[in-house]
Structures are given as C-alpha cells and as structure tokens.
T-cell receptor
C-alpha cells in the first residue's frame, strides 16, 4: 500500500480557496488517487479521484503532479460546511481504502 | 435514492458478548466494505464483500467476521467482545469494487457506535 503524507491541520477563511497537499511518493503506476472527507459525526464522504490528469467536479478540483508523487485538492471557495478531515488515499485493485490521519481543515467565518 | 443504512446506530454490550451489525447498501451496489474507527487508530479497513464473496480482509483477529447476502445486504459479527472493540463501525457501498477506477467511489453510512463495558 502506498504511504501518504498530509499536514495534520490547515486553516482557511470562508470564501477563500484552499489547497490541501498530499505526498504519495510510493504510489504505483496504476493507483488512483482518491480524496474523501469526514465531517463531524458523519461517515466519510467521497470528494474526487483521478489517475493522471487533473480532475474537476462540483465539489473540488484535483491537481496531480506530473510524476504522480503528489497531488493537491483544491476547494475553490471554502464554506463553513467544508470544515472536515480530508483524506488522500492512493488505491488500485486492492478493493479497499487505506485511510491515514488526514488533514483537519478549519474554516473561519 | 436512499443512502447506506446501518443498524443499529448505537449499541452497548458487555465484555464477552457477541454483536451483529447490519448494513444495507445503496440499491444496485454490489460491493460492501466495513471499517472500524477509533480515536487512537483512526479508520481501519476490516473487510470487503462483492457478490457474496469476501474479496479482501484487513488485519483484525478472527473474532471479526462478516457476510453478504444475495441482495447485497451485509452483516458483520464480533464475538467475545473486548473493551478495545468499542468504536464506530462504518459500512460503505460501491457500485463495483472500491478503488479500482471509475464508478468506484464508496458511499458511507453514518455508522454504528458500539460501546463495550
């Protein structure tokens, strides 16, 4: 399983962009990079995933480095509801998600 | 459409007892996986079932077991409960095998909070 390194915590102000980094230098060539988040008192929630190209959806954008050793989740305009723990999870063919400690994002009004 | 449903939401058991937790996946989803979440260990993978077959298993003792029925509903069982089994148990469902590419995102339930006393 690929190892990941994420900041323990980050802070943002409401309506500002947030860039959440993840280092996954041991990722294999076929591993997808998944991002999930867990809001307080809820189960994890899928955010986005990608393989090589940058990806966008209604929730966020995922920027993947050319060497795939790192990626960045971008929340374009943080809201209070985005306060959560964000997990970066490389996976591929393992039929499981290996959660690390994640990054706890605090959003200030 | 209805999300992943886990029952019960809360449970208190005594050491040595056994417990069965239930998970109903999103309609049409064939993959169900289970996770344990504790403050000390975070989210840990227990096992995943796809089409009634266990496809992957995490590093948990044999006291933890599960099964999946033909309608994709799943149960997990913990026998001879220990205090350390107190945790939030989360179930996730996916259209196909989790993490294997497109359409593989997992949808999590709200969990069952198990307290062992």
């Amino acid at each position: 399983d690929a190892k990941t390194t994420q900041p323990n915590s980050m802070e943002s102000n409401e309506e500002e962009p947030v860039h959440l980094p993840c280092n996954h230098s041991t990722i294999s060539g076929t591993d997808y990079i998944h991002w999930y988040r867990q809001l307080p008192s809820q189960g994890p929630e899928y955010v986005i995933h990608g393989l090589t190209s940058n990806v966008n959806n209604r929730m966020a954008s995922l920027a993947i480095a050319e060497d795939r050793k790192s990626s960045t989740l971008i929340l374009h305009r943080a809201t209070l509801r985005d306060a959560a723990v964000y997990y970066c999870i490389p996976s591929g063919g393992y039929n499981k998600l290996i959660f690390g400690a994640g990054t706890r994002l605090a959003v200030h009004p | 459409k209805a999300g992943v449903t886990q029952t019960p939401r809360y449970l208190i058991k005594t050491r040595g007892q056994q417990v069965t937790l239930s998970c109903s996946p999103i309609s049409g989803h064939r993959s169900v996986s289970w996770y344990q979440q504790t403050p000390g260990q975070g989210l840990q993978f227990l096992f995943e079932y796809f089409s009634e077959t266990q496809r992957n298993k995490g590093n948990f003792p044999g006291r933890f077991s599960g099964r999946q029925f033909s309608n994709s509903r799943s149960e997990m069982n913990v026998s001879t409960l220990e205090l350390g089994d107190s945790a939030l148990y989360l179930c996730a469902s996916s259209l196909v095998l989790i993490g294997t590419g497109t359409n593989t995102e997992a949808f999590f339930g709200q969990g069952t909070r198990l307290t062992v006393v």
